[in-house]
């Protein structure tokens, strides 16, 4: 899943995830500032095609988080879900069927190792890390620890409001799997695509924040599923 290297220019791409994930715009007029028609990153922001398939892994149980994951198929409508209020900041899914098994204290975690586990952990494992300051909910990786360092030393300002509004499964395999996103930013549609890997070793996912590209505009929600703390 290896994007564009992390750059010196993350600064920018820190600031929209957290606005995006945790409902709190840092420096508010960066995003609806920002140069929407950007074409730096190529080829590598084309859509991925949708897989409509998902590999088995070979244990049903989600390691020592003990999520049960026998249900393989890819979510074609949202799932049942409770939305609960973290860190008294935003909303995240939650489900008894997909995770979060266990909350201990900001993090969040343990979710089936399935498409729909994927999906509930996306949201909740970035949340973690940008708005609990949980570094473990990602894969430790340079590019993250900067990230998470550079976030430490900003300061959260209230800003747009910002809301899950949808989701796309774009790949799912029993080692990694990316999710996109729907993102209402004051009316303003965006996505952004947390690329997530297993973790054998915590029986969990993990987000791999440094290979996550940056949030795009859409246009329009097609495709997406319309999944939101909303209803």
């Not at 509004?165 to 009316?187: C, K, M, P, R």
Request: glycine share 8%.
């Amino acid at each position: 899943m290896s994007k564009e290297p992390f750059s010196t220019n993350f600064n920018i791409w820190w600031v929209l995830s957290a606005a995006l994930i945790a409902g709190i715009l840092v420096f508010g007029g960066i995003f609806l500032g920002m140069n929407w028609n950007s074409d730096d990153q190529g080829d590598e922001t084309a859509t991925k095609p949708v897989e409509t398939t998902a590999e088995t892994p070979a244990d049903n149980n989600s390691g020592g988080c003990d999520v049960s994951a026998d249900d393989q198929s890819y979510p074609t409508k949202a799932p049942d879900t409770n939305w609960e209020l973290y860190e008294n900041v935003t909303s995240v899914p939650t489900s008894s069927t997909y995770g979060p098994a266990k909350k201990d204290g900001a993090f969040w975690h343990c979710f089936a190792h399935s498409p729909s586990g994927a999906l509930f952990a996306s949201i909740n494992l970035t949340t973690a890390f940008i708005t609990g300051h949980e570094y473990q909910a990602a894969v430790d990786t340079p590019g993250a620890q900067d990230m998470f360092d550079e976030n430490s030393s900003v300061a959260d300002s209230e800003g747009s409001a910002v809301e899950v509004a949808g989701f796309q499964i774009e790949s799912y395999s029993e080692s990694e799997a990316t999710v996109t996103l729907l993102l209402d930013i004051n009316g303003q549609r965006g996505t952004m695509s947390p690329e997530l890997v297993w973790d054998d070793s915590a029986g969990d996912w993990r987000w791999d924040a440094e290979n996550t590209a940056p949030p795009e505009p859409v246009e329009n929600d097609d495709g997406f599923t319309t999944w939101s703390p909303r209803g």
